[in-house]
Antibody, heavy 125, light 107 residues
Framework: EVQLVESGGGLEQPGRSLRLSCTAS????????MSWVRQAPGKGLEWVGF??????????GYAASVKGRFTISRDDSKSIAYLQMNSLKNEDTAIYYC????????????????WGQGTVVTVSS | DIQMTQSPSSLSASVGDRVTITCRAS??????LHWYQQKPGKAPKLLIY???SLQSGVPSRFSGSGSGTDFTLTISSLQPEDFATYYC?????????FGPGTKVDIK
């Protein structure tokens, strides 16, 4: 059974940093791209960024709202994906979901087939 | 960035009703369109990928159609467990973007 478990959320002040972890099980982690999606309180879903598998050089991509502040990395030996969040802003307050990315090969269509339960990040002074 | 819109933003329906939700992209995205269901306090769940492919384990009353800029999600006979918010998402180009959601509640 595929499982994704996020951790590391909490209350942090603006300008500070936080690192989220996503521990995966039930599949060969290194074979998959991974992504982070967030949801501000009472709002819709916002894609944060992704990291490709090592087969695709671990390439990363980010939303404009977090580019330069957030970094996604992975440790395939531990089946963990990370989201390093620096220079936090009040508007980063959200539930952060880790997702597994499935790719429709041949057309490179990416979708999120498994989601973690989310971890809450609150940025406030 | 590709903007996604959904209509309606909310709807009230009864058990057994046929429900249709529309998603529109600001430019052509072929069939790079996926649908998710989210219940309160829960993570989203994948329903449909590539516009019309049913994710494994999802009931067959859910179906998707469309290509280019206009897409629909149809629930053929609404069940009590289908009351939720539905989101579309495009993966034609980054940043991947979601629609604002359609909330389906009980009439």
């Amino acid at each position: 059974e595929v499982q994704l478990v996020e951790s590391g959320g909490g209350l942090e002040q603006p300008g500070r940093s936080l690192r989220l972890s996503c521990t995966a099980s039930g599949f060969t982690f290194g074979d998959y791209d991974m992504s982070w999606v967030r949801q501000a309180p009472g709002k819709g879903l916002e894609w944060v960024g992704f990291i490709r598998s090592k087969a695709y050089s671990g390439t990363t991509g980010y939303a404009a709202s977090v580019k330069g502040r957030f970094t996604i990395s992975r440790d395939d030996s531990k089946s963990i994906a990370y989201l390093q969040m620096n220079s936090l802003k009040n508007e980063d307050t959200a539930i952060y979901y880790c997702t597994r990315v499935k790719v429709v090969r041949g057309v490179n269509s990416y979708y999120f087939d498994y989601w973690g339960q989310g971890t809450v990040v609150t940025v406030s002074s | 960035d590709i903007q996604m819109t959904q209509s309606p933003s909310s709807l009230s329906a009864s058990v057994g009703d046929r429900v249709t939700i529309t998603c529109r992209a600001s430019q052509s995205i072929s069939t790079y369109l996926h649908w998710y269901q989210q219940k309160p306090g829960k993570a989203p769940k994948l329903l449909i990928y590539a516009a019309s492919s049913l994710q494994s384990g999802v009931p067959s009353r859910f179906s998707g159609s469309g290509s280019g800029t206009d897409f629909t999600l149809t629930i053929s006979s609404l069940q009590p467990e289908d009351f939720a918010t539905y989101y579309c998402q495009q993966s034609y180009s980054t940043p991947f973007t979601f629609g604002p959601g359609t909330k389906v509640d009980i009439k």
